[in-house]
T-cell receptor
Framework: ETGVTQTPRHLVMGMTNKKSLKCEQH?????MYWYKQSAKKPLELMFV???????ENNSVPSRFSPECPNSSHLFLHLHTLQPEDSALYLC??????????????FGSGTRLTVV | RKEVEQDPGPFNVPEGATVAFNCTYS??????FFWYRQDCRKEPKLLMS???SGNEDGRFTAQLNRASQYISLLIRDSKLSDSATYLC??????????FGTGTRLTIIP
């Protein structure tokens, strides 16, 4: 496996369900991210983990809960979502060194539909 | 003012033409710069990093102007497969990259 792998690729869930998105990076990067992209809108940063520590939480509702157990894995736990949360959820990883970010590698995303 | 600003387009360009995009950024202390490409319903993919001296990769040329705080992307001899959204991306010296809203390009046969 190479690059950044996200599962599942597609997810349909009801508003009362609990589900988790998984991301795994095989690049030895030290930072991981969750982004949301709604239809015809720009990327919205949700969470940033650097060296397994959450360094940014961009005013995301508590129904989204991230988890970073180690530098290679990132989860996004979902519960009691709303239909407006339907979007493409993208995981990315990067190498950050001395305050310089050397560019992201994105996973292929999870297309989430909340019904 | 947005941190990274792009003309959203759309740009509709005939096949074989040359097209250029500009992007302006707000922070003169910015560290690194990139162009990403995003196809419809797919993830963004790195197209080019942008270096101070400018750099070229085949039909693509990227330029950085720190004094005026803009970066540009030039595509020569455009192909149908170049149709995509092009994202201007800047690192302001922290862990994250800041994305522009993207410029949508359609190459017309």
């Amino acid at each position: 496996e190479t690059g950044v792998t996200q599962t599942p690729r597609h997810l349909v869930m009801g508003m009362t369900n609990k589900k988790s998105l998984k991301c795994e990076q095989h690049l030895g990067h030290n930072a991981m991210y969750w982004y949301k992209q709604s239809a015809k809108k720009p990327l919205e940063l949700m969470f940033v983990y650097s060296l397994e520590e959450r360094v940014e939480n961009n005013s995301v509702p508590s129904r989204f809960s991230p988890e970073c157990p180690n530098s290679s894995h990132l989860f996004l736990h979902l519960h009691t979502l709303q239909p407006e949360d339907s979007a493409l959820y993208l995981c990315a990883s990067s190498q950050e060194w001395g305050g310089v970010n050397y560019g992201y590698t994105f996973g292929s995303g999870t297309r989430l539909t909340v019904v | 003012r947005k941190e990274v600003e792009q003309d959203p387009g759309p740009f509709n360009v005939p096949e074989g033409a040359t097209v250029a995009f500009n992007c302006t950024y707000s922070n003169s202390a910015s560290q690194s710069f990139f162009w990403y490409r995003q196809d419809c319903r797919k993830e963004p993919k790195l197209l080019m990093s942008v270096y101070s001296s400018g750099n070229e990769d085949g039909r693509f040329t990227a330029q950085l102007n720190r004094a005026s705080q803009y970066i540009s992307l030039l595509i020569r001899d455009s192909k149908l497969s170049d149709s995509a959204t092009y994202l201007c991306v800047v690192n302001f010296g922290n862990e994250k990259l800041t994305f522009g809203t993207g410029t949508r390009l359609t190459i017309i046969p």
